[in-house]
């Protein structure tokens, strides 16, 4: 193997680390837990002793995984990951079909403040246009960017395929396209309502 990295889809249902996440909802039984179990059986078909996880979606979502064929490059790829997240790159990508025409700003990046709050005993992310400094200076919001490039609009059928691509935030409040979808939909549909396409990276 020459390429210092690999590229693997990871199929929806399946973590990357730690222990499977769903499937107990599934007919079918698998005794795959994460993709991290399957790192031996993958050293050895790619003759890759020094295999790992560069970079996944953490959660059982679809998505692109990236593995590195040696710690040295795992260094690399997390110091190139980090210094995109501090220039704000916009470097995660999804697709996703809306029902109804975006209104948000096309082609362009939209400012959008990602809050951290407690609900029922349990801290999540949610999204505002209103900053804070109070909640800056705390470390509890973040200014974050994205931008929605229309693929195809259909005004027929009131649906549009979109790409939506984003900042990667300290608190991976966007890395499962799931979640995205519920943080981003209101400011991109009148609808509020969006059917999941598909989800992949982007590196540039």
């Known amino acids: 193997m020459r390429d210092a990295i690999v ?11 730690g222990k499977k996440s769903v499937l107990s909802c599934s007919n079918t039984e698998s005794n795959l837990e994460s993709i991290q179990q399957c790192l031996p059986l993958l050293s050895e078909r790619l003759k890759c002793p020094g295999l790992g ?3 996944s979606l953490k959660s059982y979502h679809q998505g692109l995984l990236l593995l590195c064929k040696d710690k040295k490059m795992k260094t690399k790829l997390d110091d190139c990951l980090t210094q995109m997240a501090i220039e ?12 109804g ?13 990602i809050q951290r ?11 505002t246009s209103q900053g804070s400094v109070t909640a800056r200076k705390k470390g509890l919001m973040i200014l974050s960017k994205f931008t929605v490039k229309p693929l195809m609009v259909n005004t027929d059928l ?8 984003i900042n990667k935030d300290k608190w991976d409040a966007v890395e499962s396209a799931a979640y995205n979808c519920h943080l981003l939909i209101p400011y991109i549909n009148p609808y ?13």
Do not use: M, W
Not at 7 to 17: D, L, M, R
Not at 118 to 127: G, K, M, N, P
Not at 158 to 165: D, F, G, H, K, M
């Open 7 to 17: 590229a693997v889809n990871k199929p929806f249902g399946i973590s990357a680390f």
């Open 53 to 55: 996880i560069g970079l």
């Open 88 to 99: 704000r790159c916009q470097f995660l990508t999804y697709l996703a079909v809306t029902v």
């Open 101 to 113: 025409i975006p209104t948000c700003p096309l082609n362009t990046p939209t400012e959008i403040y």
């Open 117 to 127: 709050e407690y609900l029922h005993d349990r801290e999540i992310s949610v999204v």
């Open 158 to 165: 009131n649906v549009a395929l979109l790409e939506i691509s």
């Open 192 to 204: 509020k309502k969006k059917i999941l396409a598909n989800v992949k990276y982007f590196i540039p």
